[in-house]
């Protein structure tokens, strides 16, 4: 009877990392071994307050739950210990928090990554995570059109002060 709840259970469990997936952005594989249980618990809560899925799974399991997704090419790094954080919005989130831990936590290390469809190694997830949020880029992309607008409507008012002078000269 023990043997049967427990396949239930991972059955269970293959099926919400599957229903996870199928919802995601982004996946990144990390190797956690050697964080502290303190740095684990800082790193979880930053995930999860940016709304990043961030667990633990065997290998087997995660080869089973990526295959038929975008998220397949991660099937050649699950060895060792691996664990997975999920982006849902941002495809950036999660590399790029994970990014900024491992300055600090140098165990931790980027084993790869799917962002938007493109399997990443390492180096490659190293690459994407300091690439700016979309929100960042946007900001500084209007930011970009607001010097020259503002420019812009400063010497149209000039050009109408002007006018307005002539008219009543």
Do not use: W
Not at 32 to 42: C, I, N
Not at 94 to 99: K, L, R
Not at 143 to 155: D, E, L
Request: some cysteine.
């Amino acid at each position: 009877m023990k043997h049967l709840s427990s396949e239930i259970s991972k059955q269970g469990t293959f099926a919400k990392v599957k229903e996870k997936l199928e919802k995601a952005s982004s996946a990144v594989l990390v190797d956690a071994r050697g964080l502290s249980v303190e740095q684990d618990t800082v790193l979880r809560k930053s995930l999860r307050e940016a709304g990043v899925d961030y667990k633990v799974y065997k290998n087997t399991m995660m080869r089973f739950a990526v295959e038929g997704t975008v998220f397949e090419s991660l099937k050649d790094y699950f060895e060792g210990p691996s664990a997975l954080a999920l982006s849902y919005d941002d495809p950036t989130t999660a590399a790029s928090i994970i990014n900024k831990f491992k300055k600090d936590a140098k165990a931790l290390e980027f084993k790869a990554g799917v962002i938007e469809g493109t399997c990443y190694d390492a180096k490659g997830m190293e690459a994407v995570a300091g690439i700016p949020s979309r929100e960042v880029l946007l900001s500084k992309l209007l930011g970009s059109f607001k010097s020259p607008i503002a420019s812009f409507a400063r010497v149209i008012k000039a050009v109408a002060d002007e006018q307005g002078e002539a008219a009543q000269g």
